[in-house]
Each structure stands twice: as C-alpha cells, then as structure tokens.
C-alpha cells in the first residue's frame, strides 16, 4: 500500500485497466475465438509492463498540488486512459480504427453507453470488454465522490457546505480559492485507496448478487452480467438490443428496477455521509422526489395511453379484461422507463413497445430527456444535473412564495435547510445555468456538420447526461458521413457522424461526467498559480 500510495494516481488505474484486460481474453478463449483472445492477452502484459516501468521511473518523483493532481487525474482517466483500453478493442475489430475504438471506450468509461456498433454484428468479447469498462467507470466514480471531489466541495458537495468550507471564492463562486487548492490536506492517494477499500466490496457484492438472480430469472450468462454491471454503474450497456425483460420477463425488470435504486441517493453507498441532507432514509430528500417524479410520470404517461385509447375507440372492440392488464403492463413500463432515464440508464422495459402499440401513439421522447436531465442522486453513478440540486431549486422557489404571502415569516428546517433554501439554491442555479450553456455550446457544434437540429440537440443531451441509449429511445434522422466498420450501426444516431462531431460528443461526455464546475475549476487563474 506504501508503495501505491506514493504514485500518481493515473498509474494505478492504467494498470487496473490493463489487468481487466484478461477477463475479455479468458471469455474469448472459452468461445475459442483465439484471435480475440490473443489481442487483449498480448495487450495486457505490454500496459502492465508499461506501467510498472513508468512507475519504478517516477516513484521518487515529488508530486506537486494536491487538488491539481486530483481534477488532472480524473480529467486524464476519462480522456486518456480510454487509449490504452481501445488498443485491443481495435485490433479485434481491425476495420473500426483506433479513434471509433477510443470514442467507444470514453463512452464506456464516462458510463454514456453510447454505442458505434450493431449488437448482432459486434463479437461476445467486445460486449464483455465494453461492460467491464463501463463497471470500472462506475466504481470509478464513486470512489472519486469521496475522495477527490469531496474535499474541492465539487459534484453536489458544495450544496451541502457553507461558503466558508466549500473551497469557493465567496466573491466569484466558480473559482476555486488558493487556500482550498493548495492546503496540506490528506494524501490524495491515501485517501482514493480508502475510499476504495470501503465501496469497491459493497459495488462488485451487488453486481455479484444481480449476476446470480437475473441468472435465475433467465438470462444468460453474458446477458445477465452485463445487465448486471450496466445496471449498477448505470451505464445502459447490453449485448443486446431490446428491452430489458426480452428472456427474463418482468422479473428480471423488478430485479433491475431494485438496483437502480442506489443510483439515486448516496446514502445506500459507504461513505459520503456528509451528503445526507436527512437522518431518516424517509425523509431522503433525493429519494422523495425520484419517487414524486417516478410516480408522475407514470401516471402521466397512463392517462396519455388510455386517453388516446378512448379517442380511437380500440377499447370497444376488445375485453374490460384484456383492457386493464394491457393497463397495468403500461403502468409498469412507464415506471421502469421513468427510473431507468432518471437514473441516467437508459434501458426500457418489455411493456414500452406493448403500451405505444396498445394506444397508437409514439414514445415521449422530449419526457425521456428530460429524466435524464434531472439525472439521479448527488455522488452517485447516475450523471444528469442531479436531484439534489432540484431539491434546492424547489425549495428555494417554495421559500420565496412564502414570503410573498408571510413577509415576516422565519422557516424552519434547521441548518441544512436553510443552506439548501439559500446558499445551495444559489450553486443549484449556477450549475443550472451552466448547464444549459454547455448544451447550447455543443448543440451548436454539433450542428455544424449539417445535422438536423432536433437530433443535434437529442444527441448534446445524452451525451451531456451520459445516457447514451436515449439516442436509441427517440426517433432521429440518421447521419450517414462516417462509418465505425462492417459492425457498425449508422442508423443508430452515433456512428453515422463525423469524426469531428464524435469528438465533441466525446468531449461532452467527459464534461458531463467530470460536471461543468469541475471543468471550470481546472480553467481558473488559481488552479495554476502555485
């Protein structure tokens, strides 16, 4: 441990990287395809021996700010890492390059799930290769909550701190203070390698458990273990293509729909307990508006199906009884489909497609985007703006009408209250703002290439969001100027695309995962005096 902890962080994650190399080889040496298998053995041994070596170069080294070197590592692992993880992918698929590759692999590993490929065309490996990635990318986050952002007072921790202790200039609220950058503070490395013997049993323990159920719900092997991984990391990638319930039916959608669940409130992972704006589960700020915004959106969408039911006058012509299970199977679809884009997953449930066919109408799609512009909890997998800061906004914007009403009233809610109403509305809102002008920005890049404009925007969001299957969820008007190579699926919305839109979509996902006031921390005057 001594020794890991006086490297720089980037290395370890290169050689973890490495090491998962060998879980795609043993899988393709199992279905013999020795070619496959060979690519990512021989590329495991070259970055694990790679890295030992710039690890023995740079172990003296004296590492400079503590807070640089923590927002660069996380900035270079969702950037540069995904290099050395596209090498084997790409020679396994010779005819995508190694930019396809890259852009696949930043996909995974910012969780995004957006996908190049077509799932009958891509090999099992590459499936296998891509979960992995998107696992690691999860348990990634999680441990960067606590351990980096958590003492810069960034990703959702500044709502819950006073601007004496957020890190943040109280004049200039995006600038990181100099006090906050550069103090003594707890090893970086210590403190990730901490955080990670406290999450990673919890994370890969819950990946483990819904392997083995949604193998007893009737899944298969690989199938489950994605769904699995996808599902805990909320990266949405799948083998296949299809709704979640296509083998394992609407258990395995309750199995899934339960572990979404942690990717709403951090307080179902260790650590982060600062965070916690409640001592009772039942008074989770988080978790009471997932499940107002849950419950809506299902009750919405139920009324939209039964009403346009009514109109066209199908009920008539078929059963009360087959009506109200066709009623129940919406009202479950809608949920699952509400939790799963809040979550910033992006899977749908076998009972989407029955409920658009029962009543006739298309999918919501600008509803789905919005979900998974809400996105789930602070600290947690889920990306999205995050409802904590929603929480504050409502607040806020609740206080204020009260005072219109009672100008001399004193609320209540104690200390956490009060810096949810004041403070945290005034960050929520600043992020708010950013936001929608990081949106702005890459839709209009995006629609330099001759994009259609709805699809540009569609596109910026769930990049932005890292909800890489809402493209698939949405009708778009494909692109067809690039190609990712005889597997690929340019009808999809991703791979049809230029290779300088892809960039900028792939510079989104990052900004999405490493969020707006991050990225502006590492752009500050401060940041870089020393």
């Keep these: 441990m001594a020794v890991l902890i006086r490297l720089p962080l980037i290395l370890p994650i290169a050689f973890i ?26 590329a495991s041994l070259l970055f694990m021996t790679l890295t030992g070596m710039v690890a023995l170069a740079v172990q003296g080294n004296r590492r400079g700010s503590v807070a640089r070197g923590n927002l660069l590592t996380m900035a270079a692992a969702m950037a540069l890492v995904p290099v050395m993880l596209a090498v084997p992918f790409a020679a396994s698929q010779p005819d995508t390059g190694l930019f396809n590759a890259w852009w696949e692999m930043v996909s995974s590993l910012t969780t995004t799930g957006a996908t190049l490929y077509s799932a009958d065309l891509l090999p099992a490996p590459l499936h296998l290769w891509r979960a992995v990635v998107g696992w690691l990318g999860g ?9 980096i952002l958590a003492p810069l007072r960034l990703g959702g921790f500044e709502l819950m701190a006073s601007p004496q202790d957020q890190g943040l200039d109280v004049d200039h609220r995006v600038r990181l203070s100099s006090a906050a950058l550069h103090a003594p503070r707890i090893d970086p490395s210590l403190r990730v390698w901490r955080a990670a013997e406290t999450v990673a049993p919890v994370y890969a323990a819950l990946t483990l458990a819904l392997w083995v159920l949604l193998l007893l719900a ?124 809040l979550t910033t997953t992006g899977w749908n449930s076998v009972q989407w497609e029955g409920a658009r066919t029962w009543s006739g109408l298309t999918a919501p799609g600008l509803m789905l985007a919005g979900l998974a512009m809400f996105g789930g909890g602070v600290a947690t997998t889920a990306g999205g703006v995050k409802l904590l800061r929603v929480y504050a906004l409502a607040r806020h914007g609740e206080r204020e009408m009260q005072r219109i009403i009672h100008p001399r009233s004193v609320a209540g809610g104690g200390r956490m209250g009060r810096q949810l109403r004041g403070e945290g509305a005034y960050l929520a809102f600043l992020f708010f703002m950013l936001f929608a002008i990081s949106i702005a920005v890459v839709v209009a890049l995006v629609s330099m290439q001759r994009i259609e404009f709805d699809t540009a925007t569609i596109l910026s969001i769930a990049a932005l969001t890292n909800t890489g299957p809402l493209a698939g969820a949405i009708p778009l008007t494909p692109a067809f100027e690039g190609t990712a190579g005889i597997a690929s699926a340019p009808w999809s919305g991703w791979s049809g695309l230029a290779p300088a839109t892809k960039a900028v979509l792939a510079g989104a996902m990052i900004i999405g995962r490493l969020e707006t006031l991050a990225v502006l921390a590492l752009l500050t005057p401060d940041f870089w005096r020393r």
């Design 17 to 42: 990287g490495a090491l998962a190399m060998l879980v795609p080889a043993a899988y393709a040496l199992t279905l013999d395809q020795h070619a496959i298998a060979r690519n990512f053995f021989y």
């Design 139 to 147: 348990l990634f986050i999680l441990i960067a909550a606590i351990a």
């Design 218 to 341: 009737g899944d298969d092997a690989l199938l489950a273990l994605c769904r699995a991984m996808g599902t805990l990391a909320t990266s949405g990638i799948t083998p296949v293509s299809g709704p979640v319930g296509q083998t394992s039916g609407i258990i395995g959608e309750m199995l899934v729909f339960l572990f979404l669940i942690p990717a709403l409130s951090r307080r179902f992972w260790p650590g982060g307990g600062e965070l916690r704006a409640s001592e009772r589960m039942h008074d989770d700020p988080e978790l009471r508006i997932a499940a107002g915004v849950v419950v809506a959106v299902a009750v919405v969408l139920l009324a939209r199906h039964f009403i346009a039911v009514i109109e066209t006058g199908a009920a008539d012509e078929r059963s009360l009884l087959a009506d109200l299970a066709r009623a129940a199977g919406a009202a479950w679809g809608a949920m699952f489909n509400a939790l799963s884009f």
